[in-house]
């Protein structure tokens, strides 16, 4: 998580990737003082994401551009319309997407090597 501070409050913001959609969508949650105030609703936005929420009234967005290939997101924090804070951070969970592909990438590679070995490619002896 990244933690900024604003009028003696503590903003963070956090990521996770999401299996559902190979972890390539990730979702940005923004807490206030250790409580969840926001979340991108939709995992599917592009590269491109807004969280709105607010602190006692002050209306607040958190303005992100994700990297997929690497599950970092850069983001911006601005507190009616004044940028507060820049940061980036990973998707908390990014290790397992990697692991997803690697699984992924010997299951096919196996079901290659055993086609190849039936078409003859490999002879057999």
């Known amino acids: 998580m990244s933690r900024h501070d604003w009028n003696s409050h503590s903003i963070e913001v956090k990521s996770i990737a999401h299996a ?3 972890w390539l969508a990730v979702s940005l949650y ?3 003082d250790g409580e969840q105030v926001g ?3 939709n995992k599917l936005e592009g590269l491109r994401t807004k ?8 209306h607040g967005v958190v303005t992100s551009r994700a990297n997929s290939a690497h599950h970092r997101i850069r983001y911006t924090i601005e507190m009616d319309g004044k940028c ?3 940061g980036s951070t990973y998707a908390a969970n990014w290790y397992k997407a990697y692991l997803s592909y690697a699984a992924w990438g010997v299951v096919l590679g196996l079901l290659l ?3 190849a070995i039936r078409l003859g490619v490999f002879p057999m002896p």
């Open 20 to 22: 559902r959609y190979l």
């Open 113 to 115: 090597l055993g086609v």
């Open 30 to 32: 923004v807490f206030v």
């Open 84 to 86: 507060i804070g820049e």
């Open 39 to 41: 979340f991108s609703s």
């Open 51 to 58: 969280v709105p929420f607010s602190i006692n009234g002050t």
